[in-house]
């Protein structure tokens, strides 16, 4: 085995191919477990942030004159549920975002993607 390398473990649930990294713990020192359909996997980060657009959105949000707790409605109304308190670890950088979130954010927001991932 070279050192510094990530293999795969395949396993198959029910009908679904899933893949588990192995990993040097030097080279990745936080992993964490996530669930994806009820299988806990390793999730692989390389730092104690989980996400790089937290700040960007509580700048935007705060921009916008909204709270947190408004900004979790108006989500709702979009069909993306995120609940008050995570928006505030989103703000943090303690909880990763997912796509669906990002962009609902930015067309409540009224803000660009780029600008959001720092490209504007």
């Given at each position: 085995?070279?050192?510094?390398?990530?293999?795969?473990?395949?396993?198959?649930?029910?009908?679904?191919?899933?893949?588990?990294?192995?990993?040097?713990?030097?080279?990745?020192?936080?992993?964490?477990?996530?669930?994806i359909s009820g299988v806990n996997m390793k999730r692989i980060l390389d730092s104690e942030?989980?996400?790089?657009?937290?700040?960007?959105?509580?700048?935007?949000?705060?921009?916008?004159?909204?709270?947190?707790?408004?900004?979790?409605?108006?989500?709702?109304?979009?069909?993306?549920?995120?609940?008050?308190?995570?928006?505030?670890?989103?703000?943090?950088?303690?909880?990763?975002?997912?796509?669906?979130?990002?962009?609902?954010?930015?067309?409540?927001?009224?803000?660009?993607?780029?600008?959001?991932?720092?490209?504007?």
């Amino acid at each position: 085995m070279l050192s510094h390398s990530i293999y795969h473990e395949e396993r198959k649930i029910a009908g679904n191919l899933f893949f588990r990294p192995i990993v040097d713990s030097l080279l990745f020192p936080y992993i964490r477990y996530i669930s994806i359909s009820g299988v806990n996997m390793k999730r692989i980060l390389d730092s104690e942030k989980q996400n790089i657009i937290g700040p960007r959105i509580k700048e935007a949000r705060m921009r916008a004159g909204i709270s947190q707790k408004q900004l979790s409605e108006k989500l709702e109304l979009l069909a993306v549920y995120t609940c008050r308190g995570s928006i505030s670890r989103i703000e943090n950088g303690q909880r990763a975002v997912t796509d669906i979130e990002i962009d609902a954010i930015s067309k409540i927001l009224k803000v660009s993607l780029d600008s959001l991932f720092g490209r504007e």
